[in-house]
């Protein structure tokens, strides 16, 4: 048994520092919300509000913003992006082996601005954070906004404690934010849950 117990502790370290390896390769050091330019290049971004909607790309597992989306640049649909949303295109590189899309929306719903009106596309795993984002939109009621008990239970019950606190910190967020997703564009998402990563 005790053998048992520390070679799956190992396997576990082994796994994790081994999806932290492969997220500091695909991110390139650059995590958190940036501006893309004409270039797709990845400027920062200043949490400058504007009258005009902000595009915001969020990308899947184990990928990032060049990764899901760099194919676009030079193309009849990035000319139109960058005519229709100027300098308010926007690019949210993050962790999605080792952070949860609850962690992943905390530290996006931070770098954003008071009152930012978002269009947003997701790919795969990124439409879960782009959800997340749904359930506080500034249109939902206010009795309605984020999680409920049930799911919050629910969390607890499978012994995700750090998710419970992850959603007690957007509800302190979003009291002060007044952030509208007026789009969603969402792209192969596992919405509906997924076995990809069960028991693994």
Request: glycine share 6%; hydrophobic share 40%.
């Amino acid at each position: 048994k005790i053998v048992s117990i520390f070679a799956k502790k190992a396997i576990s370290d082994g796994v994790t520092a081994l999806a932290t390896k492969l997220e500091n390769k695909q991110l390139d050091s650059k995590e958190g919300l940036f501006k893309l330019d004409e270039h797709f290049s990845l400027l920062p971004f200043d949490k400058k509000a504007s009258a005009k909607p902000f595009l915001l790309l969020i990308h899947g597992t184990n990928s990032s913003a060049k990764g899901a989306y760099g194919d676009l640049m030079g193309s009849d649909t990035w000319h139109f992006i960058r005519a229709t949303y100027g300098e308010n295109v926007l690019a949210f590189q993050h962790r999605t082996l080792t952070e949860s899309p609850l962690q992943n929306a905390v530290a996006l719903v931070k770098e954003l601005p008071d009152d930012a009106v978002l269009h947003i596309v997701s790919h795969s795993r990124g439409g879960l954070i782009g959800d997340i984002l749904c359930r506080y939109n500034k249109n939902v009621e206010k009795k309605k906004k984020g999680f409920s008990s049930r799911n919050i239970d629910l969390l607890k019950k499978e012994g995700r404690e750090d998710d419970v606190e992850n959603i007690k910190t957007l509800n302190n967020i979003f009291l002060k934010k007044n952030i509208e997703v007026k789009k969603f564009a969402r792209v192969a998402c596992p919405a509906a849950g997924t076995k990809l990563a069960s028991e693994k």
